[in-house]
Protein backbone atom coordinates (compact mmCIF):
# COMPACT_ATOMS: atom_id res chain seq x y z
CA UNK A 1 0.00 0.00 0.00
CA UNK A 2 1.05 3.79 -0.47
CA UNK A 3 2.91 5.35 2.57
CA UNK A 4 1.05 7.07 4.93
CA UNK A 5 3.77 8.14 7.44
CA UNK A 6 3.95 12.34 7.10
CA UNK A 7 7.95 11.45 6.73
CA UNK A 8 8.95 10.13 3.18
CA UNK A 9 10.88 6.51 3.78
CA UNK A 10 14.32 6.28 2.02
CA UNK A 11 14.36 5.70 -1.90
CA UNK A 12 10.50 7.50 -2.23
CA UNK A 13 11.03 10.33 -4.64
CA UNK A 14 10.46 13.56 -4.08
CA UNK A 15 7.71 15.55 -5.53
CA UNK A 16 10.40 17.53 -7.37
CA UNK A 17 11.84 14.52 -8.60
CA UNK A 18 8.73 13.34 -10.48
CA UNK A 19 6.48 16.66 -11.61
CA UNK A 20 7.28 17.81 -15.04
CA UNK A 21 7.00 21.07 -13.52
CA UNK A 22 7.20 22.58 -9.84
CA UNK A 23 6.67 25.79 -8.70
CA UNK A 24 6.52 27.00 -5.08
CA UNK A 25 5.77 30.06 -3.51
CA UNK A 26 8.72 32.19 -2.19
CA UNK A 27 9.28 32.34 1.67
CA UNK A 28 8.40 29.31 3.01
CA UNK A 29 8.56 28.90 6.31
CA UNK A 30 6.27 26.03 7.61
CA UNK A 31 3.69 24.01 6.50
CA UNK A 32 0.69 22.51 7.80
CA UNK A 33 0.55 19.55 5.98
CA UNK A 34 1.49 17.36 9.07
CA UNK A 35 -1.82 17.92 10.82
CA UNK A 36 -4.07 17.84 7.75
CA UNK A 37 -1.95 14.57 7.28
CA UNK A 38 -2.13 13.09 10.68
CA UNK A 39 -6.32 14.11 10.26
CA UNK A 40 -6.67 12.11 7.11
CA UNK A 41 -4.67 9.20 8.60
CA UNK A 42 -6.04 8.62 11.92
CA UNK A 43 -9.76 10.06 11.81
CA UNK A 44 -10.53 9.53 8.25
CA UNK A 45 -9.07 6.13 7.08
CA UNK A 46 -6.96 8.17 4.24
CA UNK A 47 -3.59 6.93 2.29
CA UNK A 48 -1.57 9.16 0.05
CA UNK A 49 0.91 7.79 -2.74
CA UNK A 50 4.67 9.80 -2.48
CA UNK A 51 3.04 12.26 -4.84
CA UNK A 52 0.21 13.42 -2.66
CA UNK A 53 2.09 13.65 0.07
CA UNK A 54 4.04 15.82 -1.39
CA UNK A 55 1.50 18.02 -2.86
CA UNK A 56 0.33 18.47 0.42
CA UNK A 57 3.29 20.33 1.54
CA UNK A 58 3.02 22.71 -0.90
CA UNK A 59 -0.81 23.05 -1.27
CA UNK A 60 -0.67 23.79 2.67
CA UNK A 61 2.94 25.58 2.59
CA UNK A 62 3.05 28.53 5.32
CA UNK A 63 4.98 31.95 5.73
CA UNK A 64 6.32 33.59 8.58
CA UNK A 65 3.30 35.18 9.96
CA UNK A 66 1.49 31.67 9.52
CA UNK A 67 -1.07 32.91 6.71
CA UNK A 68 -0.70 30.47 3.56
CA UNK A 69 2.10 30.98 0.75
CA UNK A 70 -0.07 30.45 -1.90
CA UNK A 71 -3.02 32.62 -0.30
CA UNK A 72 -2.34 35.06 -3.01
CA UNK A 73 -2.45 33.28 -6.65
CA UNK A 74 -3.05 29.60 -5.28
CA UNK A 75 -2.19 26.35 -6.03
CA UNK A 76 -2.72 25.38 -9.79
CA UNK A 77 -2.30 21.82 -10.59
CA UNK A 78 -2.04 20.08 -14.17
CA UNK A 79 -2.77 16.77 -13.71
CA UNK A 80 -4.05 13.93 -16.10
CA UNK A 81 -6.90 11.18 -15.38
CA UNK A 82 -7.25 9.02 -13.56
CA UNK A 83 -3.78 9.99 -11.18
CA UNK A 84 -6.09 10.20 -7.70
CA UNK A 85 -6.82 13.86 -7.99
CA UNK A 86 -10.21 13.57 -6.46
CA UNK A 87 -8.66 11.28 -3.92
CA UNK A 88 -6.41 13.83 -2.68
CA UNK A 89 -8.23 17.09 -2.93
CA UNK A 90 -11.02 15.32 -1.44
CA UNK A 91 -9.38 13.68 1.84
CA UNK A 92 -7.51 16.87 2.29
CA UNK A 93 -10.89 19.26 2.19
CA UNK A 94 -12.69 16.76 4.59
CA UNK A 95 -9.62 16.95 7.11
CA UNK A 96 -9.67 20.96 6.92
CA UNK A 97 -13.56 20.29 7.67
CA UNK A 98 -13.08 18.36 10.68
CA UNK A 99 -10.10 20.31 11.83
CA UNK A 100 -11.17 23.78 11.62
CA UNK A 101 -15.34 24.08 12.79
CA UNK A 102 -16.93 26.82 10.30
CA UNK A 103 -15.37 26.25 7.56
CA UNK A 104 -17.24 26.95 4.24
CA UNK A 105 -15.73 25.53 0.81
CA UNK A 106 -17.16 25.44 -3.06
CA UNK A 107 -15.94 22.53 -4.89
CA UNK A 108 -17.23 24.06 -8.65
CA UNK A 109 -16.63 22.74 -11.49
CA UNK A 110 -17.47 24.16 -15.41
CA UNK A 111 -19.72 21.39 -16.66
CA UNK A 112 -23.11 20.35 -14.13
CA UNK A 113 -22.23 16.71 -15.41
CA UNK A 114 -18.75 17.38 -13.38
CA UNK A 115 -19.95 18.66 -10.62
CA UNK A 116 -22.46 15.88 -10.34
CA UNK A 117 -20.00 13.24 -10.80
CA UNK A 118 -17.55 14.82 -7.89
CA UNK A 119 -20.29 15.30 -5.94
CA UNK A 120 -21.18 11.68 -6.49
CA UNK A 121 -17.70 10.74 -5.16
CA UNK A 122 -17.39 12.62 -2.01
CA UNK A 123 -20.78 11.36 -1.11
CA UNK A 124 -19.48 7.80 -1.21
CA UNK A 125 -16.17 9.51 0.78
CA UNK A 126 -18.90 10.57 3.13
CA UNK A 127 -20.38 7.28 4.21
CA UNK A 128 -17.35 5.27 5.14
CA UNK A 129 -16.49 4.07 7.98
CA UNK A 130 -14.46 6.02 9.35
CA UNK A 131 -16.09 9.48 7.72
CA UNK A 132 -19.33 9.33 8.48
CA UNK A 133 -19.19 10.01 12.45
CA UNK A 134 -18.13 13.82 11.73
CA UNK A 135 -20.67 13.97 8.96
CA UNK A 136 -24.04 15.50 10.03
CA UNK A 137 -26.00 15.49 6.75
CA UNK A 138 -25.53 15.32 3.15
CA UNK A 139 -28.05 16.96 0.89
CA UNK A 140 -28.70 15.99 -2.84
CA UNK A 141 -31.23 18.36 -4.33
CA UNK A 142 -30.25 19.21 -7.69
CA UNK A 143 -28.36 22.55 -7.61
CA UNK A 144 -27.90 22.55 -3.64
CA UNK A 145 -25.60 19.40 -3.26
CA UNK A 146 -23.55 20.21 0.16
CA UNK A 147 -22.16 18.01 2.56
CA UNK A 148 -22.59 19.53 6.01
CA UNK A 149 -20.55 18.83 9.48
CA UNK A 150 -21.61 18.23 12.91
CA UNK A 151 -18.79 21.03 13.67
CA UNK A 152 -20.49 23.62 11.14
CA UNK A 153 -18.30 22.93 8.27
CA UNK A 154 -20.00 22.97 5.21
CA UNK A 155 -18.58 21.91 1.45
CA UNK A 156 -20.64 22.91 -1.55
CA UNK A 157 -20.87 22.11 -4.43
CA UNK A 158 -21.94 23.04 -7.91
CA UNK A 159 -21.32 24.01 -11.41
CA UNK A 160 -19.98 27.52 -13.06
CA UNK A 161 -21.77 27.36 -16.25
CA UNK A 162 -24.95 28.00 -13.96
CA UNK A 163 -24.07 30.91 -12.07
CA UNK A 164 -23.05 28.60 -8.76
CA UNK A 165 -20.68 29.93 -6.44
CA UNK A 166 -21.61 33.97 -6.62
CA UNK A 167 -22.24 36.07 -3.94
CA UNK A 168 -21.95 33.23 -1.49
CA UNK A 169 -20.54 35.36 1.43
CA UNK A 170 -17.63 34.05 3.99
CA UNK A 171 -15.70 31.28 1.98
CA UNK A 172 -12.42 29.94 2.79
CA UNK A 173 -11.55 27.64 0.40
CA UNK A 174 -12.00 27.39 -3.24
CA UNK A 175 -11.70 24.56 -5.38
CA UNK A 176 -11.52 25.22 -9.28
CA UNK A 177 -12.00 21.95 -10.74
CA UNK A 178 -11.70 22.03 -14.86
CA UNK A 179 -9.70 24.88 -14.32
CA UNK A 180 -8.93 24.71 -18.04
CA UNK A 181 -12.48 26.35 -18.66
CA UNK A 182 -12.01 28.89 -16.07
CA UNK A 183 -12.24 32.56 -17.41
CA UNK A 184 -10.49 35.98 -15.64
CA UNK A 185 -14.20 37.11 -15.25
CA UNK A 186 -15.48 33.59 -13.77
CA UNK A 187 -12.31 33.58 -11.25
CA UNK A 188 -12.87 37.40 -10.19
CA UNK A 189 -16.78 36.75 -9.54
CA UNK A 190 -15.78 33.82 -6.47
CA UNK A 191 -12.79 35.33 -5.73
CA UNK A 192 -14.98 37.65 -3.89
CA UNK A 193 -16.58 35.54 -2.15
CA UNK A 194 -13.13 34.99 -0.10
CA UNK A 195 -12.43 38.64 0.56
CA UNK A 196 -13.41 38.02 4.79
CA UNK A 197 -11.67 34.55 5.16
CA UNK A 198 -8.10 34.81 6.85
CA UNK A 199 -7.81 31.17 5.18
CA UNK A 200 -8.37 31.88 1.83
CA UNK A 201 -6.78 28.36 0.43
CA UNK A 202 -7.13 28.49 -3.94
CA UNK A 203 -7.05 25.62 -5.95
CA UNK A 204 -7.03 25.21 -9.76
CA UNK A 205 -7.12 21.86 -11.02
CA UNK A 206 -7.27 20.68 -14.51
CA UNK A 207 -5.67 19.09 -17.68
CA UNK A 208 -4.29 20.68 -20.52
CA UNK A 209 -6.72 22.55 -22.26
CA UNK A 210 -8.36 22.33 -26.13
CA UNK A 211 -7.93 25.37 -28.05
CA UNK A 212 -11.64 26.09 -28.25
CA UNK A 213 -11.25 26.36 -24.01
CA UNK A 214 -11.55 29.75 -22.56
CA UNK A 215 -8.28 28.84 -20.38
CA UNK A 216 -7.23 32.07 -19.74
CA UNK A 217 -6.86 31.89 -16.20
CA UNK A 218 -5.21 28.40 -16.13
CA UNK A 219 -2.74 29.60 -19.04
CA UNK A 220 -1.55 32.69 -17.27
CA UNK A 221 -0.65 30.52 -14.23
CA UNK A 222 0.94 28.02 -15.53
CA UNK A 223 3.58 30.52 -17.81
CA UNK A 224 3.84 32.56 -14.66
CA UNK A 225 5.44 29.12 -12.72
CA UNK A 226 7.40 28.50 -15.97
CA UNK A 227 8.96 31.64 -15.83
CA UNK A 228 9.70 31.71 -12.54
CA UNK A 229 7.92 34.76 -10.97
CA UNK A 230 4.57 33.02 -9.62
CA UNK A 231 6.27 34.26 -6.45
CA UNK A 232 2.71 34.31 -3.83
CA UNK A 233 1.56 30.96 -5.90
CA UNK A 234 2.49 27.45 -6.56
CA UNK A 235 2.43 25.25 -9.97
CA UNK A 236 2.18 21.26 -9.77
CA UNK A 237 2.46 19.24 -13.20
CA UNK A 238 2.52 16.10 -14.33
CA UNK A 239 2.79 15.65 -18.15
CA UNK A 240 4.77 13.03 -20.72
CA UNK A 241 7.46 14.46 -22.84
CA UNK A 242 6.09 16.52 -25.43
CA UNK A 243 7.10 14.58 -28.26
CA UNK A 244 6.03 10.87 -26.78
CA UNK A 245 4.41 8.60 -28.49
CA UNK A 246 0.87 7.67 -27.85
CA UNK A 247 1.59 4.19 -27.16
CA UNK A 248 5.13 4.65 -25.09
CA UNK A 249 4.53 2.99 -22.05
CA UNK A 250 7.53 3.97 -20.71
CA UNK A 251 6.27 7.35 -20.00
CA UNK A 252 3.31 6.19 -18.12
CA UNK A 253 5.25 6.86 -14.93
CA UNK A 254 6.06 10.13 -15.79
CA UNK A 255 2.72 11.38 -16.73
CA UNK A 256 0.73 9.46 -13.98
CA UNK A 257 2.92 8.82 -10.68
CA UNK A 258 0.21 6.64 -9.41
CA UNK A 259 0.88 4.16 -11.94
CA UNK A 260 1.06 1.60 -11.14
CA UNK A 261 0.25 1.09 -7.52
CA UNK A 262 -2.98 2.95 -7.30
CA UNK A 263 -3.87 3.42 -11.02
CA UNK A 264 -3.87 0.03 -13.19
CA UNK A 265 -2.57 -0.36 -16.64
CA UNK A 266 -6.02 -1.46 -17.42
CA UNK A 267 -7.29 1.82 -16.61
CA UNK A 268 -4.92 3.82 -18.58
CA UNK A 269 -5.39 1.30 -21.39
CA UNK A 270 -9.75 1.95 -20.73
CA UNK A 271 -9.28 5.80 -21.38
CA UNK A 272 -6.70 5.33 -23.99
CA UNK A 273 -9.82 3.76 -26.14
CA UNK A 274 -12.33 5.98 -25.17
CA UNK A 275 -10.12 9.18 -26.34
CA UNK A 276 -9.59 10.51 -29.46
CA UNK A 277 -5.84 11.15 -29.97
CA UNK A 278 -5.44 14.81 -29.08
CA UNK A 279 -7.83 13.79 -26.36
CA UNK A 280 -5.59 11.41 -25.03
CA UNK A 281 -2.25 13.78 -25.09
CA UNK A 282 -3.77 16.32 -23.49
CA UNK A 283 -6.22 14.44 -20.74
CA UNK A 284 -4.37 11.01 -20.80
CA UNK A 285 -0.84 12.12 -21.09
CA UNK A 286 -0.73 15.30 -19.75
CA UNK A 287 0.97 17.46 -23.06
CA UNK A 288 0.06 20.85 -23.63
CA UNK A 289 -0.07 22.21 -26.70
CA UNK A 290 2.85 24.54 -27.62
CA UNK A 291 1.89 27.52 -25.96
CA UNK A 292 5.24 29.72 -26.40
CA UNK A 293 4.01 32.82 -28.08
CA UNK A 294 2.41 33.93 -24.45
CA UNK A 295 -0.55 36.21 -24.33
CA UNK A 296 -0.54 39.92 -24.08
CA UNK A 297 -2.80 42.91 -22.57
CA UNK A 298 -2.72 44.98 -25.53
CA UNK A 299 -2.72 43.35 -28.93
CA UNK A 300 -1.03 43.99 -32.10
CA UNK A 301 -3.46 46.06 -33.83
CA UNK A 302 -4.29 48.44 -30.58
CA UNK A 303 -0.53 48.94 -30.16
CA UNK A 304 0.37 50.36 -33.36
CA UNK A 305 -3.05 52.15 -33.86
CA UNK A 306 -1.81 55.77 -32.99
CA UNK A 307 2.60 55.20 -33.42
CA UNK A 308 4.75 57.76 -34.83
CA UNK A 309 8.41 57.30 -35.98
CA UNK A 310 11.41 57.95 -34.28
CA UNK A 311 11.76 61.32 -36.81
CA UNK A 312 9.20 62.79 -35.36
CA UNK A 313 10.22 63.28 -31.57
CA UNK A 314 9.11 66.30 -30.73
CA UNK A 315 9.90 69.85 -28.72
CA UNK A 316 8.80 69.70 -24.79
CA UNK A 317 8.96 68.59 -20.84
CA UNK A 318 11.10 65.72 -20.74
CA UNK A 319 10.36 63.12 -17.84
CA UNK A 320 12.43 59.63 -17.48
CA UNK A 321 11.30 56.44 -16.01
CA UNK A 322 13.33 53.55 -14.69
CA UNK A 323 11.84 50.03 -14.05
CA UNK A 324 13.56 47.22 -12.81
CA UNK A 325 12.02 43.86 -12.63
CA UNK A 326 11.36 42.13 -8.96
CA UNK A 327 14.60 39.94 -8.69
CA UNK A 328 16.51 43.18 -10.07
CA UNK A 329 18.10 41.20 -13.34
CA UNK A 330 16.33 43.62 -15.68
CA UNK A 331 16.23 46.95 -15.79
CA UNK A 332 14.54 49.16 -18.46
CA UNK A 333 14.77 53.38 -19.00
CA UNK A 334 12.23 55.42 -21.00
CA UNK A 335 11.38 59.34 -22.16
CA UNK A 336 8.72 61.07 -22.35
CA UNK A 337 8.24 64.65 -23.86
CA UNK A 338 5.02 66.09 -22.82
CA UNK A 339 3.84 68.88 -25.65
CA UNK A 340 1.12 70.90 -27.15
CA UNK A 341 -1.02 68.33 -28.41
CA UNK A 342 0.18 65.20 -26.15
CA UNK A 343 2.74 62.85 -24.87
CA UNK A 344 5.58 61.29 -26.88
CA UNK A 345 7.20 58.55 -25.29
CA UNK A 346 10.60 56.22 -26.50
CA UNK A 347 12.18 53.05 -24.73
CA UNK A 348 15.54 54.53 -24.16
CA UNK A 349 17.35 51.23 -23.32
CA UNK A 350 16.84 47.56 -21.80
CA UNK A 351 19.53 45.98 -19.92
CA UNK A 352 19.27 41.84 -18.72
CA UNK A 353 21.95 40.75 -16.19
CA UNK A 354 24.05 42.35 -13.02
CA UNK A 355 22.22 45.67 -12.98
CA UNK A 356 24.21 46.59 -10.20
CA UNK A 357 27.33 46.87 -12.57
CA UNK A 358 25.26 49.98 -14.40
CA UNK A 359 24.10 52.18 -11.55
CA UNK A 360 27.12 54.44 -11.28
CA UNK A 361 26.86 54.97 -15.54
CA UNK A 362 22.98 55.23 -15.34
CA UNK A 363 23.21 57.82 -12.65
CA UNK A 364 26.17 59.66 -14.64
CA UNK A 365 23.58 59.81 -17.42
CA UNK A 366 20.32 61.00 -15.54
CA UNK A 367 22.19 63.61 -13.72
CA UNK A 368 23.54 65.71 -16.91
CA UNK A 369 19.94 65.49 -17.72
CA UNK A 370 18.11 65.72 -14.57
CA UNK A 371 17.51 69.76 -14.85
CA UNK A 372 15.73 69.75 -18.04
CA UNK A 373 13.52 66.95 -16.73
CA UNK A 374 10.02 67.24 -14.94
CA UNK A 375 10.66 63.67 -12.76
CA UNK A 376 12.12 61.30 -12.77
CA UNK A 377 10.48 58.25 -11.67
CA UNK A 378 11.78 55.02 -10.34
CA UNK A 379 9.71 51.26 -10.38
CA UNK A 380 11.07 48.54 -8.17
CA UNK A 381 12.72 47.85 -5.39
CA UNK A 382 16.03 47.55 -7.19
CA UNK A 383 16.10 50.56 -7.90
CA UNK A 384 17.10 51.80 -4.26
CA UNK A 385 20.57 51.98 -4.97
CA UNK A 386 20.11 54.25 -8.31
CA UNK A 387 17.86 56.76 -6.14
CA UNK A 388 20.95 56.67 -3.62
CA UNK A 389 23.62 57.37 -6.41
CA UNK A 390 21.63 60.26 -7.87
CA UNK A 391 21.10 61.75 -4.27
CA UNK A 392 25.05 61.60 -4.05
CA UNK A 393 25.16 63.53 -7.42
CA UNK A 394 23.08 66.36 -6.15
CA UNK A 395 19.63 65.56 -7.73
CA UNK A 396 17.31 67.49 -5.72
CA UNK A 397 14.51 65.26 -3.71
CA UNK A 398 11.52 66.88 -5.97
CA UNK A 399 12.70 65.51 -9.14
CA UNK A 400 13.63 61.64 -8.47
CA UNK A 401 9.92 59.69 -7.59
CA UNK A 402 10.09 55.89 -5.86
CA UNK A 403 6.90 54.68 -7.50
CA UNK A 404 4.43 53.40 -4.99
CA UNK A 405 2.28 50.42 -5.63
CA UNK A 406 -0.68 52.88 -5.98
CA UNK A 407 1.62 55.19 -8.58
CA UNK A 408 2.29 51.86 -10.47
CA UNK A 409 -1.12 50.46 -10.94
CA UNK A 410 -2.25 54.28 -12.26
CA UNK A 411 0.55 54.17 -14.58
CA UNK A 412 -1.01 51.05 -16.20
CA UNK A 413 -4.48 52.36 -16.66
CA UNK A 414 -3.27 56.02 -17.57
CA UNK A 415 -1.07 54.85 -20.29
CA UNK A 416 -4.29 52.14 -21.34
CA UNK A 417 -6.68 54.95 -21.63
CA UNK A 418 -4.02 57.28 -23.63
CA UNK A 419 -3.04 54.63 -26.32
CA UNK A 420 -7.35 54.42 -26.24
CA UNK A 421 -7.93 57.85 -26.86
CA UNK A 422 -4.40 57.99 -29.00
CA UNK A 423 -3.30 61.41 -26.95
CA UNK A 424 -0.07 59.16 -26.35
CA UNK A 425 2.87 58.13 -29.08
CA UNK A 426 5.81 56.07 -29.72
CA UNK A 427 8.41 55.20 -32.32
CA UNK A 428 7.62 52.76 -34.96
CA UNK A 429 9.39 50.20 -33.76
CA UNK A 430 12.12 47.89 -36.23
CA UNK A 431 12.51 44.32 -36.19
CA UNK A 432 13.84 43.54 -32.83
CA UNK A 433 12.13 45.79 -30.80
CA UNK A 434 13.12 45.41 -27.62
CA UNK A 435 9.77 47.90 -26.34
CA UNK A 436 7.42 45.72 -29.16
CA UNK A 437 9.00 42.78 -28.01
CA UNK A 438 7.67 43.39 -24.65
CA UNK A 439 4.41 44.41 -25.11
CA UNK A 440 3.86 41.19 -27.28
CA UNK A 441 4.30 38.99 -24.22
CA UNK A 442 3.36 40.75 -21.37
CA UNK A 443 -0.56 40.44 -20.15
CA UNK A 444 -1.92 42.02 -17.44
CA UNK A 445 -1.86 40.06 -13.64
CA UNK A 446 -4.86 40.89 -11.66
CA UNK A 447 -4.01 42.46 -7.95
CA UNK A 448 -6.20 42.51 -5.22
CA UNK A 449 -10.10 42.60 -5.27
CA UNK A 450 -10.64 46.68 -6.68
CA UNK A 451 -9.32 45.69 -10.67
CA UNK A 452 -5.90 46.94 -10.36
CA UNK A 453 -3.50 45.07 -12.37
CA UNK A 454 0.28 45.05 -13.14
CA UNK A 455 2.29 43.78 -15.66
CA UNK A 456 3.50 40.00 -16.31
CA UNK A 457 5.86 38.10 -18.78
CA UNK A 458 3.88 35.21 -20.12
CA UNK A 459 6.96 33.70 -21.11
CA UNK A 460 10.00 32.46 -19.44
CA UNK A 461 12.95 34.54 -21.39
CA UNK A 462 10.24 37.69 -21.38
CA UNK A 463 10.59 40.84 -20.15
CA UNK A 464 8.16 43.43 -18.64
CA UNK A 465 10.36 46.49 -17.67
CA UNK A 466 10.28 48.19 -21.20
CA UNK A 467 6.83 48.24 -21.34
CA UNK A 468 6.74 49.27 -17.46
CA UNK A 469 9.07 51.84 -18.17
CA UNK A 470 6.84 52.99 -20.79
CA UNK A 471 3.59 53.42 -18.26
CA UNK A 472 5.85 55.21 -16.27
CA UNK A 473 7.45 57.61 -18.28
CA UNK A 474 3.96 58.50 -19.24
CA UNK A 475 2.72 59.07 -15.53
CA UNK A 476 5.81 60.51 -15.18
CA UNK A 477 5.19 63.34 -17.87
CA UNK A 478 1.31 63.23 -17.33
CA UNK A 479 1.34 64.14 -13.11
CA UNK A 480 4.51 66.18 -12.63
CA UNK A 481 3.77 69.52 -11.90
CA UNK A 482 7.28 70.45 -11.88
CA UNK A 483 8.23 72.75 -14.61
CA UNK A 484 12.05 72.86 -15.68
CA UNK A 485 13.65 76.30 -17.08
CA UNK A 486 14.08 74.74 -20.55
CA UNK A 487 12.22 72.42 -23.17
CA UNK A 488 14.28 70.21 -25.61
CA UNK A 489 14.22 67.55 -27.48
CA UNK A 490 14.17 64.07 -25.93
CA UNK A 491 17.04 62.02 -27.77
Partial sequence: MPTTSSKMRAGTPRLSEQAKHLAVPADIA?????????????????????????????????????????????????????????????????ALCVNMPGLLVIWTAHHSATSSETFLAMQGMAQRTKVAPHVAQVFKGSGDEEIRFHNGSRILFGARERGFGRGIPGVDVLIFDEAQILSDKAMSNMLATMNTSSFGLQLYIGTPPKPEDNSETFKRMRRE???????????????????????????????????????????LLRLKRKLTHADWRREGMGIWDDDAEGSRRWSADFWSGERVTRASAVDGVRSFAIAYSQDGERVSVSGAVKHDEGIHVELIAAHSGDTSDGVESLADWLSDRWREASMIAIVGAAGSALKQALHDRGVPEKVVRTMTTTDYFQANTMAEDALKSGSVTHPIGVEGDLLDASVAVCDAKKRGSSGQWGWVSTVPDGDETPVESFCAAYWAARTSKRVPGRKQVLI
Fill in 30 to 94: STMWPSVLKTCIEKLGAQFDPWQDGAGRVIFAKREDGTLAAMIDGVGMSLPRQVGKTHLVGYTVF
Fill in 225 to 267: ALAGTLVDGAWIEFGADADAKDDDRSQWRKMNPSYPKRTPQQS
